[in-house]
């Protein structure tokens, strides 16, 4: 079989966090290019032409299936008002908005059928997963547990999440039955930590973990 050619679309070291427009050759992604090494929303087409600076500071940015609408985890200019965002890159001015008022949200995946979106938060001393309705309401908690969940991330379906987690005591992959909350582990990871990619920039800026991560479902 012939090899995958990687072709580089984003061209700074500090690009990351990639999503893929669902209906066109357009990607969504974050980076701290910038010297005070603040997080921002920027956009490109597929072969890196027509970069666009969406003049937001954010991260984890995720495109809603109309592949128009993207949600992210960011603050206000104030820096007071942290949560999770929703912006249209077909608006002029993005239209962006808050719909869920919690600073430790992170990482949200919108449902195949653009009605949920999931994330994952930080309550007392650990990760959990959340669903919350695209317009910030019936926001609920999907687990509970002591350990660490996170980096949700839908089926093609919309029934399932798959999702990281230390449960047991070791890190693993794993899916979760939105509606009956069914677990099942996929695979371990070995008695290992799960951490980024020792490499620069993190190193050299600030530490990356494991809720700067992504996962996908692919088709």
């Given at each position: 079989?012939?090899?995958?050619?990687?072709?580089?679309?984003?061209?700074?070291?500090?690009?990351g966090?990639?999503?893929?427009?669902?209906?066109?050759?357009?990607?969504?992604?974050?980076?701290?290019?910038?010297?005070?090494?603040?997080?921002?929303?920027?956009?490109?087409?597929?072969?890196?032409?027509?970069?666009?600076?969406?003049?937001?500071?954010?991260?984890?940015?995720?495109?809603?299936?109309?592949?128009?609408?993207?949600?992210?985890q960011?603050?206000?200019?104030?820096?007071?008002?942290?949560?999770?965002?929703?912006?249209?890159l077909?608006?002029?001015?993005?239209?962006?908005?808050?719909?869920?008022?919690?600073?430790?949200?992170?990482?949200?995946?919108?449902?195949?059928?653009?009605?949920?979106?999931?994330?994952?938060?930080?309550?007392?001393?650990?990760?959990?997963?959340?669903?919350?309705?695209?317009?910030?309401?019936?926001?609920?908690?999907?687990?509970?547990?002591?350990?660490?969940?996170?980096?949700?991330?839908?089926s093609?379906?919309?029934?399932?999440?798959?999702?990281?987690?230390?449960?047991?005591?070791?890190?693993?992959?794993?899916?979760?039955?939105?509606?009956?909350?069914?677990?099942?582990?996929?695979?371990?990871?070995?008695?290992?930590?799960?951490?980024?990619?020792?490499?620069?920039?993190?190193?050299?800026?600030q530490?990356?973990?494991?809720?700067?991560?992504?996962?996908?479902?692919?088709?």
């Amino acid at each position: 079989d012939a090899a995958i050619e990687p072709e580089i679309v984003a061209k700074f070291w500090e690009d990351g966090q990639p999503d893929w427009s669902p209906i066109e050759n357009r990607i969504i992604f974050a980076s701290q290019r910038e010297s005070d090494r603040r997080w921002r929303l920027y956009s490109a087409w597929g072969d890196g032409s027509l970069e666009e600076n969406l003049q937001r500071e954010g991260k984890m940015p995720t495109f809603a299936p109309d592949g128009r609408r993207f949600a992210f985890q960011g603050c206000d200019n104030t820096g007071n008002k942290c949560g999770l965002w929703t912006g249209h890159l077909y608006n002029n001015e993005y239209g962006f908005r808050l719909f869920l008022e919690n600073r430790t949200a992170t990482s949200p995946d919108w449902s195949p059928n653009s009605e949920k979106i999931a994330y994952m938060a930080k309550f007392a001393d650990s990760w959990n997963l959340y669903l919350v309705n695209s317009d910030g309401s019936n926001n609920r908690l999907l687990t509970d547990t002591s350990s660490n969940d996170g980096l949700p991330a839908w089926s093609p379906n919309g029934e399932w999440l798959a999702f990281v987690s230390d449960r047991g005591g070791s890190w693993g992959l794993w899916i979760i039955h939105v509606q009956s909350k069914e677990l099942h582990q996929v695979t371990g990871f070995g008695s290992g930590s799960l951490t980024a990619p020792n490499r620069l920039p993190y190193n050299q800026h600030q530490e990356h973990l494991w809720w700067d991560e992504q996962i996908s479902w692919g088709p």
